[in-house]
């Protein structure tokens, strides 16, 4: 069992950047592979990014490669998202999500963070 808090979305201007985190608890952590989901109003959730259970390989949405990345520290099971040049389609709530070991399926999901950019 996997429990993920997220935190640091807010309000950002255009251009701008944030870093959300997702805390994680339980002891297999590191076994996870992990991932960043988004929903804006009006839409369907999306894909944004994860990362495998080490770290070593990581996938991007193509509306955001070369702008955010995502890595995790398994010491201290956390998952991170950097986000750059931000634009209002970024504007969603920002869910992070666990797959259990050796599967490709998210089974938890945090309780999201809201991103919002004004332009």
């Known amino acids: 069992q996997v429990q993920l808090v997220e935190s640091g979305g807010g309000l950002v201007q255009a251009g701008g950047s944030l870093r959300l985190s997702c805390a994680a608890s339980?002891?297999?952590?590191?076994?996870?592979?992990m991932g960043w989901f988004r929903q804006a109003p009006g839409k369907e959730r999306e894909f944004v990014a994860r990362?495998?259970?080490?770290?070593?390989?990581?996938v991007y949405a193509d509306s955001v490669k070369g702008r955010f990345t995502i890595s995790r520290d398994n010491a201290k099971k956390t998952v991170h998202l950097e986000m750059n040049s931000l634009n209002v389609e970024d504007t969603a709530v920002y869910y992070c999500?666990?797959?259990?070991?050796?599967?490709?399926?998210?089974?938890?999901w945090g309780q999201g963070t809201q991103v919002t950019v004004s332009s």
């Open positions: 339980g002891r297999t952590f590191r076994s996870y592979n």
């Open positions: 990362i495998s259970s080490s770290g070593i390989s990581t």
């Open positions: 999500a666990a797959a259990g070991p050796g599967t490709a399926t998210m089974t938890y």
